[in-house]
């Protein structure tokens, strides 16, 4: 379960086109014990503006130029 939360998690930062990690949700940047074993749904899921955002770039098509611009992360932050 964690691990396909995790490359949900990985694939999000593909298909939102962003490194960045947000407070709450399955993009956060921790994830804690306490989130992990009280497994609320919310804890999982991408935000109402994520999954727009994801439903729009679906829709528009053409996934190759999604990610045009974004940053490269840095070495030694690839676990980020």
């Given at each position: 379960?964690?691990l396909?939360?995790?490359?949900?998690?990985?694939?999000?930062?593909?298909?939102?086109?962003?490194?960045?990690?947000?407070?709450?949700?399955?993009?956060?940047?921790?994830?804690?014990?306490?989130?992990?074993?009280?497994?609320?749904?919310?804890?999982?899921?991408?935000?109402?503006?994520?999954?727009?955002?994801?439903?729009?770039r679906?829709?528009?098509?053409?996934?190759?130029?999604?990610?045009?611009?974004?940053?490269?992360?840095?070495?030694?932050?690839?676990?980020?």
């Amino acid at each position: 379960v964690i691990l396909s939360r995790a490359i949900a998690h990985e694939i999000g930062h593909l298909l939102l086109g962003t490194a960045e990690h947000t407070r709450s949700g399955l993009m956060r940047g921790i994830w804690t014990v306490e989130e992990l074993r009280r497994n609320q749904v919310e804890d999982w899921q991408f935000s109402p503006f994520q999954r727009t955002v994801l439903r729009a770039r679906l829709a528009a098509g053409n996934p190759a130029r999604w990610n045009a611009g974004v940053p490269k992360v840095p070495p030694g932050r690839a676990g980020s």
